[in-house]
């Protein structure tokens, strides 16, 4: 189980609109402090609802990518080209040393050699360094409520496909390199528009597209985080100069299972018809995997790491974050999966839930028993 929800994790980290750079909205927010800001990304999944806080925020945005992904986004932003896969030449557009920034917002990798690099052309030219991590680099989960001083995954080699232990290596380059101009954020679940995730994809894609589901009938402890919310955070950072670790998890209040699946229901007024059933019989009959086979469900009393759906995101909040309103973040999560507004990684779609014909043996089997 605790590798699975690893692999899970790791899945979900490879895991992804119209830009808002109307020259009127852009320039109402000039007066203020409009920072240059250099976005390593921003056009996947994070990228993008980041991009766009930052523009709200009325900071000059400059985006660094391959320019393969998503194209289409953000046609009025500066965007220079590079490969960071291909080391340090892959950063020759970005030659120019007189060019700087305030902020570096680096929003994808798992490589700490990427970092490094960046770091290493970037160090002189920017005075704060923002890294998007995860919650992924928490050396196990079995404590409630745990806070950004909690120990980390040990470990010191670069391992392809071990995202846990990569991000915290990738940490350790941003805290060396920029030791008092750090900001390093751990997500947790992030749902939204673009996520390739399970909440979109198989969550309410079964609310929506089938006559009958099965549920748990159970209200542990659920966490996830709209890329709007992080995106906002982000901005704080930059406008504020935050620095440190927060943990980025939500909803604003404290959610059950059960509250997040009717909810959902509800909010998008879905006729499907849910069977509440036992978790013994989910677990034990049929051999269910929570949070795996059963994405966001993690039954905290007999689980090993019950900590892992209630992590503490007091820092944050102090440091203001704020949230977006669930039945909003239901809506645009969906929308986004039906206009297949998401980048599926290769293999992700294997990685969560069950198949129809698993879910109707279940439900036959259910119903044959009452
Ligand atoms: N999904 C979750 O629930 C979750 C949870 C916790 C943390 N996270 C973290 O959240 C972040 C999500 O990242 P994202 O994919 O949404 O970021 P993003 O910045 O929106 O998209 C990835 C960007 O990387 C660029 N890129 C890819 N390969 C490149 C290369 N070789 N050289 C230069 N640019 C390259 C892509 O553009 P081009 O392809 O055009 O180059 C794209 O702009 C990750 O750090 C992940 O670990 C996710």
């Not at 404590?143 to 040990?154: A, L, Q, Y």
Request: with cysteine; hydrophobic share 35%.
């Amino acid at each position: 189980m605790k590798n699975k929800r690893r692999e899970f994790i790791r899945n979900l980290g490879i895991s992804g609109i119209a830009a808002l750079s109307s020259p009127t909205v852009f320039s109402r927010f000039k007066s203020m402090s409009s920072l240059r800001v250099l976005v390593l990304g921003g056009t996947n999944f994070l990228g993008p609802a980041i991009v766009k806080s930052l523009l709200r925020g009325g900071h000059q945005v400059t985006l660094f990518n391959r320019g393969i992904t998503n194209r289409h986004l953000f046609p009025n932003l500066k965007k220079i080209k590079g490969d960071r896969e291909k080391g340090i030449s892959g950063y020759s557009n970005l030659g120019n040393p007189n060019e700087d920034w305030d902020v570096v917002i680096d929003v994808w990798p798992q490589n700490p050699q990427l970092v490094k690099d960046a770091v290493h052309i970037l160090k002189k030219r920017t005075t704060h360094y923002v890294f998007i991590s995860s919650i992924a680099v928490y050396a196990n989960y079995v404590k409630i409520g745990m806070d950004e001083s909690s120990p980390r995954r040990k470990g010191t080699n670069y391992e392809p496909g071990h995202y846990n232990l990569n991000k915290v290596l990738c940490e350790k380059v941003v805290e060396e390199e920029f030791p008092d101009n750090f900001t390093i954020l751990r997500p947790g679940a992030i749902v939204g528009d673009r996520d390739s995730g399970p909440f979109g994809t198989y969550v309410l894609n079964r609310l929506m597209n089938r006559t009958e589901i099965l549920a748990p009938n159970a209200n542990d402890p659920v966490q996830f985080i709209d890329a709007k919310d992080i995106g906002r955070f982000v901005n704080t950072c930059v406008a504020h100069s935050k620095k440190g670790y927060y943990n980025l998890v939500g909803p604003a209040t404290k959610m059950g299972y059960k509250e997040m699946i009717v909810g959902a229901k509800e909010t998008l007024k879905s006729p499907v018809k849910i069977l509440w059933m036992d978790a013994e019989f989910l677990i034990t009959e049929m051999k269910l995997e929570p949070f795996m086979q059963v994405p966001f469900w993690i039954p905290v009393a007999s689980d090993p790491e019950p900590g892992f759906h209630q992590i503490s995101n007091e820092n944050a909040i102090k440091a203001g974050l704020t949230f977006t309103d669930y039945r909003e973040t239901v809506k645009t999560s969906y929308e986004s999966f039906k206009e297949k507004r998401f980048i599926l990684e290769e293999g992700s779609e294997l990685v969560f839930g069950i198949s129809a014909k698993r879910e109707n043996e279940i439900i036959a089997k259910w119903k044959g028993r009452s």
